[in-house]
């Protein structure tokens, strides 16, 4: 499979990193940094977001989405070396519907302006999870039922 310099290599390995490091608890956001995305996947930073997965409104979260990126200090190299990916946990069905949409709004407007990619986004449920870019999914880790 031919990958893009911002796919991630292993979807599946990427969200078991990510609940090796944080409790993936119902209605919660964490974003994550991963360094070299298509080779090496190295899951650099895991923070847990203040807004909850399911947003009323998109604003709140584009600014903490912006101010996180930000306190990252990315390099500032080309091609970008990393990806920013915001995983959502949240209860229903693992597809991504309207109410998840509040968070693609943010995500496009953060203006993070930094050499990365992303964010993209990852979705966690009760049924397991799915990768928003690449279409992969599978049923764990999951959000316990």
């Not at 996947?41 to 930000?70: G, H, K, M």
């Not at 990393?82 to 991504?96: E, M």
């Not at 953060?110 to 049924?127: D, I, K, M, S, Y």
């Amino acid at each position: 499979m031919d990958l893009d310099v911002y796919d991630l290599r292993d979807p599946s390995r990427f969200i078991n990193d990510v609940a090796s490091r944080i409790d993936l608890s119902d209605n919660t956001a964490t974003l994550c940094l991963v360094r070299h995305p298509s080779t090496t996947q190295e899951l650099v930073r895991v923070t847990r977001l203040s807004q909850p997965a399911v947003l009323e409104s998109w604003e709140e979260a584009s600014d903490e989405l912006r101010e996180v990126i930000w306190s990252w200090e990315v390099p500032d190299v080309v091609p970008p070396e990393y990806l920013a990916i915001t995983v959502l946990v949240r209860r229903g069905r693992c597809v991504f519907t309207g109410k998840d949409s509040a968070w693609f709004m943010a995500s496009r407007y953060c203006n993070h302006v930094a050499r990365l990619f992303g964010p993209q986004e990852l979705l966690v449920t009760e049924h397991g999870w799915l990768d928003y870019m690449t279409h992969r999914a599978g049923t764990s880790p999951a959000l316990m039922a």
